[in-house]
């Protein structure tokens, strides 16, 4: 045992990460083993002002040089962070400053994406590795050494973020679809379903680019999903459903607003920080591959990813998520004509991972107190 507290430092920009590590960061909190700064920036600061985490903001445009001078400062031991991919990527700035201070870095991957993206250099021409890389699972760890990186320096620890439904039981999956109906004006009897949207042609560099890349934006998935609601409300007798729109929290909401007002067959929820709330009280959730998507199979609610031309989905392989990758409004339609009839999946079995990743912390900064 280390004969004082491990100083833990933590950083995240993106929601997706923030979310990862923020059930890390409050069970280090709690442990009078450690002292812990948390740092953030964009959409995790008020992600980790919502959990009470106490963050303090760091400006965008800091470098590798103010994270060294921030370490060495604080005298940290070990520090823990997120990935990013937003074109800033502090992570990585603070990577390359722990390489400076000798300070053993975790960092902790939240989905089974980006791989080399979420490291590569601000040239992409080399990938800026941590001490060592938290994946949520087997797949992501034969993804992630199949993209090039050293099998020694990636664990499989579990997506912390998952967690948090371990205390989530049948009575509070059904006071949320009464919630759902109550906030979003859905009658009792109507299937609510929701869409889970993200910001892809921003984050790909805009539509035409988006469509180069995956062959899809946030928007023609969209249009897809309206036509094939519309087959089934024509088609199969399914007349009482109710579309709503899911925004993400690096998504404006002014274009969905507008498209609502023009088209009044589906509703937005505007409000990011309710989305895991209204998913959870839908009756279905459509939407690409976004990681709400997984949540709501764990918990036992229909799901259907859509990664129109797609070879490889990322959900391919998950127990009952239905995946579609054709561009016809028809096979959508009946896959969701299909699901609607259907009894609803069990929940999935998760187990716990903020401790596995804690304790990769403590590995680390106990080795480093001298």
């Known amino acids: 045992m280390p004969n004082r507290r491990i100083r833990v430092l933590a950083l995240a920009g993106d929601p997706g990460g923030a979310e990862a590590i923020a059930p890390v960061i409050s069970a280090l909190k709690h442990d009078s083993q450690y002292c812990v700064d948390v740092y953030s920036y964009r959409q995790a600061t008020t992600i980790f ?56 870095v975790l960092s902790v991957i939240d989905f089974w994406s980006n791989y080399r993206l979420r490291y590569l250099d601000s040239l992409s021409t080399k990938v800026i590795l941590p001490d060592r890389i938290a994946v949520p699972d087997d797949r992501a760890k034969e993804q992630i050494i199949s993209a090039g990186f050293p099998p020694d320096g990636v664990v499989v620890t579990g997506q912390p973020a998952l967690d948090r439904l371990l205390g989530i039981d049948n009575a509070t999956i059904s006071a949320a679809e009464i919630q759902l109906r109550r906030d979003l004006g859905v009658e009792p009897k109507t299937t609510a379903i929701v869409f889970v949207s993200q910001p892809l042609a921003e984050f790909y560099g805009g539509e035409q680019a988006c469509y180069r890349t995956l062959g899809f934006t946030e928007h023609s998935v969209f249009q897809l999903v309206q036509e094939a609601v519309e087959l089934v409300r024509q088609s199969f007798g399914q007349h009482q459903l109710r579309l709503i729109v899911q925004t993400h929290p690096r998504e404006s909401t002014d274009v969905w607003k507008k498209l609502q007002d023009e088209q009044h067959s589906f509703v937005v929820n505007p409000l990011a920080a309710s989305s895991f709330g209204v998913c959870m009280g839908a009756s ?55 699901s609607l009839q259907s009894q609803s999946p069990s929940r999935l079995v998760h187990e716990p991972a903020t401790a596995r990743v804690v304790e990769q912390v403590k590995l680390f900064g106990t080795s480093s107190i001298k």
């Open 284 to 338: 279905i959730v459509i939407g690409m591959n976004s990681m709400l998507l997984l949540e709501m199979r764990f918990l036992g609610k229909r799901v259907i990813s859509i990664e129109p031309r797609s070879k490889s989905p990322l959900y391919d392989g998950f127990p009952e998520i239905g995946v579609i990758t054709g561009e016809n409004a028809e096979s959508l339609a009946m896959a969701l004509a299909k």
């Open 49 to 104: 002002a919502r959990q009470s985490l106490e963050p303090k903001s760091i400006i965008e445009t800091a470098t590798s040089t103010d994270f060294k001078c921030l370490l060495e400062s604080q005298q940290t031991d070990v520090a823990v962070c997120a990935t990013s991919v937003n074109g800033i990527d502090l992570e990585k700035h603070l990577i390359l400053a722990a390489k400076q201070c000798k300070t053993p």
